[in-house]
């Protein structure tokens, strides 16, 4: 936690706080991960997180199956 406090003073509480939760919510508290995803965070800054949609999808759907059982 101190460690937090120091990047707090150059980079601002809110950064740090963004970066303590992400760290957080994913487990990660080793040496250097909060700096790490705080640097990430500055050159990936989204307001929102992004929302992918059935046209994104990494799923290949279903189309394989549809002859299934059929002789």
Do not use: N
């Not at 406090?5 to 809110?14: D, I, N, R, S």
């Not at 706080?17 to 050159?43: K, M, N, P």
């Amino acid at each position: 936690m101190s460690y937090a406090v120091a990047l707090a003073k150059p980079y601002g509480t809110a950064d740090v706080d963004r970066a303590l939760g992400i760290a957080a919510t994913v487990g990660r508290f080793a040496e250097g991960d909060l700096l790490s995803i705080r640097d990430h965070q500055g050159e990936h800054d989204r307001s929102e997180p992004i929302r992918r949609t059935e046209t994104h999808s990494l799923q290949p759907g279903t189309s394989t199956w549809s002859g299934f059982g059929s002789t």
